[in-house]
C-alpha cells in the first residue's frame, strides 16, 4: 500500500466473508502502478448490517464499494438511483458515492465479461450463431443481458432447475428461451458460443457435466470459473480445437469502471495485472 495523506481517496470491497476476495489485490496493482494517493479495503459485513454500513459510506469519507456475495441482490434496494442494467439484472455490484452522499448503484459484472470475451477471442461476433449459457443465477442474468445487449440474435439458457431457466428467459426477451437439462446436448447444435456460468468445475465442486461432440469446432468456449483457471470444461474444449476464454478476465475487467470513478484513472488490464491476481490467495 502507499504512504497515504489526509486527503486520500478510499474505497473497498463489502462480503460476507470477505477473506477469499481478490479485489484489494486487483485494485491494489493499479494504485500502485498509477502512483494514487489512496487505498481499497476489505470490508466484512454481514448481511443485517449492509442497510447500515452502506449509509456509513459518504460519512467516512469513502467514494464508493464493490459488492460481492450476498450482497449484490439486497443492494438494489438499499441506493439512491441504479443504472438501467443494472436495474435489468437485478443486482448491484458497484456503488458510487455522489457530491451530495447519494449512493448510484451499478452493475459491471456483464461488462467484464463481454470485455473479456472480446479481448480474448476478438473473431468471435454475437451474431455468427446461438449463445448457449448454462445457469440461471446472478451471473448468469448478467451475462445474459450483455449477451443480448450486444446483439446475441438467440441465446439458450440451460439449467438444471427448469423452472429458474423459464424465469430467467421471460424476464428478457424473446431472443432467450429456456432449454431442459436432458436436452442440454443438443442445445449445443449449431451455437457459436457456449459459456458456463455456475460453478461446476471449480476446486472442490463436480466438473460440468456436458458431451461437447454435437458443438462446432469454431464455437467458443467460455468458463467464468477462475479456480482452477483450465476447468474441465475448457481441457475439453481445447481438446477438440475449440477457441476458449478462461474466467480471470472478467474478474479483471468488471473492475475498471468502478475504478475509474473512484480514483480519477481508466485502468488496464495487462498480462502483468492477471500475473498478480492470479499469483494472489
Same mark, same amino acid.
Given at each position: 500500500m502507499n504512504a ?9 470491497v ?6 477469499h ?11 500502485a502502478e498509477?502512483?494514487i ?6 470490508f466484512?459485513? !454481514? ?8 449509509r456509513a ?7 464508493g ?6 450482497h !449484490? ?5 438499499l441506493? =439512491? ?12 455490484n458497484?456503488?458510487?458515492v455522489g457530491?451530495g ?5 451499478s ?8 470485455e473479456?470475451l ?8 454475437p451474431?455468427?450463431?446461438?449463445a448457449v449459457l ?30 429458474r ?8 426477451d ?7 437439462w436432458? =436436452?442440454r ?9 457456449l ?16 458431451d ?6 469454431a ?11 483450465e476447468?474441465?470444461?475448457?481441457a475439453?474444449?481445447r ?9 480471470i ?5 468488471q ?8 480514483f480519477?484513472?481508466?485502468p ?5 495485472l ?6 494472489g490467495?
Amino acid at each position: 500500500m502507499n504512504a497515504l495523506s489526509g486527503q486520500a481517496r478510499l474505497a473497498g470491497v463489502f462480503g460476507w466473508p470477505i477473506g477469499h476476495s481478490r479485489s484489494p489485490r486487483l485494485h491494489g496493482f493499479w494504485l500502485a502502478e498509477h502512483g494514487i494517493d489512496g487505498a481499497y479495503l476489505p470490508f466484512a459485513v !454481514k448481511p443485517e448490517n449492509l442497510a447500515g454500513a452502506l449509509r456509513a459510506l459518504p460519512l467516512l469519507g469513502l467514494r464508493g464499494v464493490n459488492l460481492t456475495l450476498p450482497h !449484490k441482490e439486497a443492494a438494489l434496494a438499499l441506493v =439512491d438511483r441504479v443504472t438501467p442494467e443494472a436495474r435489468r439484472i437485478g443486482a448491484v455490484n458497484t456503488i458510487l458515492v455522489g457530491e451530495g452522499g447519494e449512493l448510484e448503484g451499478s452493475n459491471t459484472d456483464g461488462y467484464g465479461f463481454i470485455e473479456h470475451l472480446r479481448a480474448s477471442q476478438p473473431r468471435w461476433r454475437p451474431a455468427a450463431g446461438p449463445a448457449v449459457l448454462v445457469g440461471a443465477g446472478g451471473a448468469a442474468r448478467a451475462i445474459a443481458v450483455a449477451l443480448l445487449d450486444a446483439g446475441v440474435t438467440e441465446l439458450r439458457i440451460v439449467n438444471r432447475s427448469r423452472p429458474r431457466a423459464l424465469a430467467l428467459a421471460a424476464a428478457l426477451d424473446a431472443r432467450a428461451q429456456a432449454v431442459n437439462w436432458s =436436452d442440454r446436448v443438443g442445445a449445443l447444435a449449431g451455437a457459436m458460443l457456449l459459456v458456463n456460468s455456475t460453478s461446476l468445475g471449480m476446486t472442490g465442486q463436480p466438473a460440468l457435466d456436458l458431451d461437447l461432440t454435437r458443438l462446432p469446432a469454431a464455437a467458443v468456449v467460455d468458463d467464468i470459473v477462475y479456480v482452477p483457471l483450465e476447468t474441465p470444461l475448457l481441457a475439453a474444449a481445447r481438446a477438440r480445437g475449440n477457441p476458449v476464454v478462461d474466467g480471470i478476465g472478467m474478474l479483471l475487467h468488471q473492475a475498471r469502471p468502478g475504478f475509474t470513478a473512484w480514483f480519477g484513472i481508466a485502468p488496464a488490464v495487462t498480462p502483468a495485472l492477471r500475473d498478480w491476481v492470479l499469483a494472489g490467495p
